[in-house]
């Protein structure tokens, strides 16, 4: 079956990078483009990044101000999200989710999201 | 900072009905055809609920019915039950921010 797993959350200082993974089995990722979305405490969804099938076309939040870079290695199944000059506002989890395709597309299915904590 | 909104917080009995609104613009909803619903359960990822305003993905409960009208979308849950305490999302893309944009958020509670 169709599943997302992401990793490499963790607590990071602030001023500090990250990378996220998101492993991709059940489809064939290299045919869809995929986001991130994150999610901070207590709070509601926020679209953080896209990208297309082949990794040629890349979508920002504006509020990230280039912070933020998403890539794909579809060799291995596998979406990043490398994230610098992290604040302790991109304290969220954070969940890659598949392409639906639609006027607009949605998102679908979502993994489980990894955990980033910025603290000092 | 979501241009999409929705009532925070609804209640209701077990068999009752309840309607959710979502609330946008010229630039997102009114700008495409469609709006789509996300389930998040507690402590769990967001689910697709609805796609393309009123469809239902396999294994969503025909309860769940969706519409929209003009800068507004609804999300209607008939027969509530208590599975369904939860928070919902709607979702467009706004054109003017370049960018997918999710309502703020309803909490179900049953």
């Known amino acids: 079956q169709v599943q997302l797993v992401e990793s490499g959350g963790g607590v990071v200082q602030p001023g500090r990078s990250l990378r996220l993974s998101c492993a991709v089995s059940?489809?064939?990722?290299?045919?869809?483009?995929m986001h991130w979305v994150r999610q901070a405490p207590g709070r509601g969804l926020e679209w953080v990044a896209s990208i297309s099938y082949d990794g040629s076309d890349k979508y920002y939040g504006e509020w990230l101000k280039g912070r933020f870079t998403i890539s794909r290695d579809n060799s291995k199944n596998t979406l990043f999200l490398q994230m610098s000059s992290l604040t302790i506002e991109d304290t969220a989890v954070y969940y890659c989710?598949?392409?639906?395709?639609?006027?607009?597309?949605?998102?679908?299915?979502w993994g489980q999201g990894t955990l980033v904590a910025v603290s000092s | 900072q979501s241009v999409l909104t929705q009532p925070p917080s609804l209640s209701g009995a077990p068999g009752q009905t309840l309607t959710i609104s979502c609330t946008g613009s010229s630039s997102n909803i009114g700008a495409h055809d469609d709006v789509h619903w996300y389930q998040q359960l507690p402590g769990t990822a967001p689910k697709l609920l609805i796609h393309e305003t009123n469809n239902r993905p396999s294994g969503v409960p025909d309860r769940f019915s969706g519409s929209k009208s003009g800068t507004s979308a609804s999300l209607a849950i008939t027969g509530l039950q208590a599975e369904d305490e939860a928070d919902y999302y709607c979702?467009?893309?706004?054109?003017?921010?370049?960018?997918?944009?999710f309502g703020t958020g309803t909490k179900v509670t049953v």
């Open positions: 989710a598949r392409v639906g395709y639609g006027d607009p597309n949605w998102f679908d299915p």
């Open positions: 979702q467009s893309y706004d054109s003017s921010q370049s960018a997918y944009v």
């Open positions: 059940g489809f064939t990722f290299s045919s869809f483009p």
